[in-house]
């Protein structure tokens, strides 16, 4: 068992690459959430069915929490070899997280599209897909720099 500060916080690296991510998709599905239900609310007032659909939106930034477990553990399978990488876990989960933050962001304009239209699903998924994939590319990225540790 390790003693001292070093010791202590070996697993930093790591736990900021998750705990970043799922910072970022808290607030993004929080974000698009919110949107979400006051679509519904104005569909219900106007005695609209509410479109179910927009749960897809909500819960798209959620995926970018998956990409910071597997950060996570990659570092974790480094940190057992002596080496702790806060810097490289710190920013990707940064990264990751502000990808999902962005995305919840779009989401919610899209739950305030679709709710008043009830139309453009294709075109809206579009544009959450593309924030999605600077999340893909830099936990890709992240995972090919940890490969050569």
């Given at each position: 068992m390790e003693i001292g500060l070093i010791g202590q916080f070996k697993d930093f690296g790591a736990i900021m690459a998750l705990a970043f991510s799922a910072v970022g998709s808290a607030f993004g599905?929080?974000?698009?959430?919110?949107?979400?239900?006051?679509?519904w609310k104005n569909n219900f007032s106007q005695n609209k069915a509410a479109n179910f659909m927009l749960i897809a939106f909500v819960g798209a930034p959620l995926t970018q929490t998956i990409y910071g477990l597997i950060v996570m553990n990659k570092i974790f399978e480094i940190a057992g070899k002596g080496q702790?990488?806060?810097?490289?876990?710190?920013?990707?989960g940064l990264a990751?997280?502000?990808?999902?933050?962005?995305?919840?962001?779009?989401?919610?304009?899209?739950?305030d599209a679709m709710g008043e239209t009830g139309k453009g699903f294709g075109n809206y998924i579009i544009v959450l897909g593309i924030i999605e994939t600077v999340a893909l590319f830099v936990m890709a990225f992240t995972l090919g720099i940890l490969g050569k540790f």
């Open positions: 599905t929080g974000v698009a959430g919110m949107s979400a239900i006051g679509a702790y990488l806060w810097g490289i876990g710190a920013c990707a990751i997280g502000a990808s999902a933050y962005a995305q919840g962001k779009c989401a919610a304009v899209a739950c």
